[in-house]
């Protein structure tokens, strides 16, 4: 597997300097958070985005994916949503990032099943533009669809390969599900997984890898038992805790932590 870190954890963090954190630490790619905030989003230029590209590729840090917020089971017309993902979708082309991440979304006055067509029909409407643009979209598990089951419901509507899902650790475990359950739904559409860890459902303060309860050794002996080799990225989600430890204080022993999980369940 290989290990990558998203940008939530060092917002407005320039390029150069997202870079020389990864290469410093031994971390194969980055996850960047697509916000306005952030300095790479879908407003950049075409020059601007072909900077960005060449000097990740000059450091040999890959671009694991593009981080959005659409919401596809969100109340609403399809056509904004829709736009916004094609907006990350060329933005991931651009950059050589194989992934776009979406969320479910759904509000709370809409049925499960509304909120599951709803997120299927958008979802097959952006795979078909996705696929012309060598991109995958990957629904998280998160908020309202934040376990493996929940998420199969709209995939499994969906049936297209430019579509996936994100496994986020913390959602499957906060919604009650083991590991092996929300491998054994998210499978056939994983497209990577992102780890952390927390002190508790009620505190979910980002701590360093392991000093937490989430299940983490039981996520990577699960993947490695069935010979996933895919992505393990770590959302420390600073940019919502700002007494949260700063992430590059933590990267050394999270890539080490990472790596003897590795080890240990190869």
């Not at 795979?127 to 995939?155: C, F, K, M, N």
């Not at 899902?165 to 929300?182: C, F, I, R």
Request: a negative charge.
């Amino acid at each position: 597997m290989k290990l990558a870190f998203s940008t939530l954890g060092v917002p407005g963090l320039p390029v150069p300097d997202v870079i020389r954190l990864a290469s410093a630490h031994g971390f194969h790619g980055v996850e960047l958070r697509a916000h306005p905030e952030e300095p790479v989003h879908p407003g950049l230029s075409g020059v601007e985005r072909a900077s960005v590209d060449a000097e990740f590729r000059a450091n040999g840090v890959e671009v694991l994916g593009v981080a959005g917020y659409p919401r596809v089971a969100a109340p609403g017309d399809d056509g904004p949503v829709i736009a916004d993902i094609r907006l990350l979708v060329d933005l991931a082309r651009d950059l050589g990032a194989p992934y776009v991440r979406v969320f479910p979304g759904a509000g709370e006055e809409q049925t499960r099943e509304r909120a599951d067509a709803t997120a299927a029909r958008r979802l097959g409407s952006a795979a078909e533009y996705a696929a012309e643009q060598g991109v995958r979209v990957l629904l998280e598990t998160h908020d309202s669809h934040r376990t493996g089951a929940d998420a199969i419901r709209v995939l499994g509507r969906v049936g297209h390969r430019n579509t996936g899902a994100l496994w986020d650790v913390m959602h499957t475990w906060l919604g009650g599900e083991q590991p092996s359950e929300s491998f054994a739904a998210l499978a056939p559409f994983l497209g990577y997984v992102q780890v952390k860890d927390i002190a508790s459902a009620d505190d979910t303060t980002p701590l360093a890898l392991g000093a937490g309860v989430l299940p983490l050794a039981e996520c990577v002996e699960v993947l490695s038992r069935h010979g996933w080799d895919g992505w393990l990225c770590w959302e420390y989600e600073k940019r919502w805790y700002d007494e949260a430890i700063p992430l590059p204080e933590l990267l050394a022993a999270g890539h080490a932590h990472l790596s003897g999980l590795l080890d240990d369940s190869a």
